[in-house]
């Protein structure tokens, strides 16, 4: 039998981490040599070597993608998670997708609370449904998770989105136990209390596995220019070829295919007025 181990990192603190294994999790340390070439996150695929006096990080093998808030790395699916309360920010969903699609990660929404509004998973569709791999409808409060379920299998999943849209109550939903800590939402502003401080791995099954995430109220975008965001957009991919000039910014150009499909409720208009303030945030180079 070999002594030395693959294994996914499922929690890093300090020289110490936590380790899924095919035999189990386990925890140990890093060799310095390997902490001085690379940052060691929750994702990453690392190989272990079993010793007398127990399990040595050796090396960490190459990331297919890492994100930086939430800092892991090797991530399947992201899943952006809105609910009716707080009311959804749909920038935020917008750059999360644009963010993901920069990785090659794949991104579906998630409408939680849905006890509390059924309109809004059509408004979601309407946006959406051409943008994402799927929509799932859940509600935590009632442990109904059997969409979600679905497609967080045999995946490396994240769950982002703003603070109290319930995505520390969907892993508890999902996990069947306390697994997070939970906070409602204040009345006064209504936004959520962070519950969530640090990125860690929750093993759902042999290969499942989710992320919880500190919440948030933007999510920052770099290295970006304005003639590349139109890229990020997939429902644009089928129209741009028809527009009058070959690099199109689908905002001010003449003869622009883009903006008149969104005009003839072609493509969302909603969606496309985001797309033409985040492209002159761009253009100013100023944050949004």
């Known amino acids: ?4 181990i693959r294994a996914r ?15 189990g999790l386990i925890s140990c340390s890093a060799r310095k040599t390997v902490k ?17 006096d127990g399990f040595v990080l050796t090396e960490v093998l190459p990331r297919k993608n890492s994100l930086i808030r939430p800092l892991v790395a090797n991530i399947d699916l992201v899943i952006a998670v809105a609910a009716a309360t707080p009311k ?15 990785q090659d990660i794949g991104v579906v929404l998630c409408l939680n609370k849905s006890d509390l509004s059924r309109e809004l998973f059509a408004e979601l569709t309407a946006q959406y449904q051409f943008v994402v791999e799927g929509i799932a409808v859940t509600s935590a409060a009632h442990s109904d998770t059997k969409e979600l379920l679905c497609l967080l299998n045999g995946k490396l999943s ?40 640090r990125a860690e791995i929750i093993k759902l099954s042999a290969d499942t596995y989710i992320i919880d995430t500190p919440g948030f109220s933007m999510l ?19 129209y741009a070829p028809q527009c009058k000039f070959h690099r199109c910014t689908h905002t001010v150009e003449p ?4 903006r008149t499909a969104a005009q003839a409720g072609e493509l969302n208009a909603a969606r496309y007025r985001r797309y033409c303030v985040m492209h002159d945030a761009l253009k100013a180079k100023k944050e949004y």
Not at 9 to 16: E, M
Not at 161 to 174: D, F, P, R, T
């Open 1 to 4: 039998m070999s002594n030395i």
């Open 9 to 23: 990192v499922i929690k890093s603190a300090s020289n110490r981490f936590v380790l899924d294994t095919p035999n």
């Open 36 to 52: 001085q070439k690379s940052d060691i996150v929750a994702g990453d695929f690392v190989l272990v070597s079993k010793e007398a």
């Open 88 to 102: 959804p920010d749909y920038f935020l969903i917008d750059k999360l997708i644009i963010n993901a699609n920069r």
């Open 158 to 197: 994240c769950l982002a989105g703003q603070s109290a849209v319930g995505k520390s109550s969907l892993i508890n939903a999902l996990t069947g136990h306390n697994a997070q800590k939970t906070a409602a939402v204040s009345e006064k502003n209504e936004r959520g209390k962070n519950t969530t401080t």
């Open 220 to 238: 920052d975008m770099h290295g970006i220019a304005r003639g590349e965001l139109d890229l990020y957009y997939p429902e644009y991919m089928q």
């Open 255 to 258: 003869d622009c295919r883009v």
